[in-house]
């Protein structure tokens, strides 16, 4: 049984920085990405960085981009996801999503993911 847990949330002001973590647990060797998708309130979830786990390919919305990097850690079937001058847009429920089979190019639509971790909240004050 896969699980994927979140933690390094929080509440931080804009300008700041944080670190998610997410821990994957059960048949990981199998994992061909790893994503962390974000929700907020009256949004629909939107993919904000993907990593391919063995060619360490890696995808971004826009909004992201320059201030987001997505990472793994094989070893320790651990993705991070290291945010930088963060924005009160940035506020949202962070989850994070694998995908098992392999895929062509770096997948985002949430439909291309078969395992979801409970989330974390991020609430960035202006």
């Known amino acids: 049984q896969v699980q994927l847990v979140e933690s390094g949330g929080g509440l931080v002001q804009a300008g700041d920085s944080l670190r998610l973590s997410c821990a994957a647990s059960?048949?990981?060797?199998?994992?061909?990405?790893m994503a962390w998708f974000r929700q907020a309130p009256g949004k629909e979830r939107e993919c904000v960085a993907t990593?391919?786990?063995?060619?360490?390919?890696?995808y971004y919305t826009d909004s992201v981009k320059g201030r987001f990097t997505i990472s793994k850690d094989n070893a320790k079937n651990t993705v991070y996801l290291q945010m930088n001058s963060l924005k009160p847009e940035d506020t949202a429920v962070y989850y994070c999503?694998?995908?098992?089979?392999?895929?062509?190019?770096?997948?985002?639509?949430?439909?291309?993911?078969?395992?979801w971790g409970q989330g974390t909240q991020v609430t960035v004050s202006s």
């Open positions: 990593i391919t786990l063995r060619a360490g390919s890696t």
């Open positions: 999503a694998a995908r098992s089979k392999s895929y062509f190019g770096v997948p985002r639509a949430q439909q291309t993911f078969d395992y």
């Open positions: 059960g048949r990981t060797s199998s994992f061909y990405a």
